[in-house]
């Protein structure tokens, strides 16, 4: 079992305004990773609290004292050999004014302005929860016809409710021509982003004729050498590590990874629980939705995994997820 002493305990505060802009320092030249921003923190001590080391860390670095913070994730991470986990806590920071106390320079900047790279790999995924939804909700599957197109804009209507923003149009059963135009209807009525499940080429072409963002299958993504242009928003499923990587590469915005617990849709996968979604989240930077069996109840602990949020196909619509 792994031991405090086996891992890197990391800290760090995500110093929000009432504008949307959280604060950002640049850890100074000589200092491990230096020229790279990062979320304001440092490491915690052994028998020490992560508020305590938060506190301390704060008037160190920034000469602030806050009493009261959040959780927003932790975020495990394998780098150069080591075993880090990146506990990140939000809080106000309305009316602080931090100093550079250790020669760095400070930044309050707005989260779409910030560049992920310009950032350490363990900030990245605390930079996606912030400007990514939290929540990504799966069309079920429906059967060919008209009613279809009914049953999916009666699921809309429920999704709306829930307060979800990100919606992944997937209907393999329909024809292109009846996809197409529930796209179409889908964007009208529903309040928030859409993306288009692809598994081949005619896919894409859909998703592009109709201007909304990309879901791609692992196999379709393993197959691609290069991120598909024209998408603001491109988004990957992924089963093991070699697709976790190549979505790394491709550059896309976030990666949804399952089954977390077993499911009515696909009873045939076995699940891979939370300590298997923990050990790929170890291996990328990259956003990462889990997946299987959840529902909204389960973000807090999705994020304590290191999730940027939680997919769901039925989870956001009835009471028992799948």
Not at 22 to 44: Q, T
Not at 81 to 90: A, I, P, Q, S
Not at 98 to 103: F, V
Not at 266 to 292: D, K, N
Request: hydrophobic share 45%.
């Amino acid at each position: 079992m792994m031991t405090f002493e086996d891992s890197l305990h990391v800290v760090a505060a995500v110093l929000c305004k009432s504008t949307g802009e959280v604060l950002l320092a640049r850890r100074p030249a000589g200092s491990e990773d230096a020229g790279y921003w990062e979320f304001p923190g440092g490491k915690r001590e052994s028998g020490e609290s992560a508020h305590a080391a938060l506190q301390r860390e704060l008037r160190e670095e920034l000469g602030v004292q806050i009493e009261r913070f959040a959780p927003l994730m932790r975020i495990p991470q394998q780098q150069a050999g080591r075993h880090l986990v990146l506990d990140v806590w939000l809080a106000d920071g309305e009316g602080l004014q931090p100093q550079p106390l250790l020669g760095q320079q400070l930044a309050w900047q707005h989260p779409a302005q910030i560049d992920p790279y310009s950032l350490p790999a363990a900030d990245r995924p605390a930079l996606a929860a912030l400007e990514q939804p939290g929540l990504y909700a799966i069309t079920p599957d429906f059967p060919d016809g008209d009613s279809a197109v009914a049953s999916v804009l009666a699921c809309i209507a429920q999704f709306q409710r829930s307060g979800i923003q990100r919606l992944q149009v997937r209907l393999p059963q329909l024809s292109l021509d009846r996809r197409a135009m529930v796209l179409s209807l889908v964007q009208q009525q529903f309040h928030g982003e859409v993306l288009c499940n692809a598994r081949d080429a005619a896919d894409m072409g859909l998703a592009e004729r109709a201007g909304v963002g990309l879901h791609l299958s692992q196999s379709l993504l393993q197959s691609l050498s290069k991120r598909p242009t024209g998408f603001e928003c491109v988004v990957g499923s992924v089963h093991d590590v070699d697709a976790l990587r190549h979505a790394e590469r491709l550059s896309l915005d976030a990666a949804v990874l399952g089954p977390i617990k077993p499911t009515r849709t696909h009873p045939e996968v076995t699940a891979i629980g939370w300590h298997g979604f923990v050990r790929l989240r170890e291996q990328s930077a990259l956003p990462m939705y889990a997946l299987g069996g959840l529902c909204v109840d389960d973000l807090a602990i999705a994020r304590q995994h290191g999730a940027q949020g939680i997919a769901a196909i039925r989870g956001f619509v009835k009471s028992d997820p799948a």
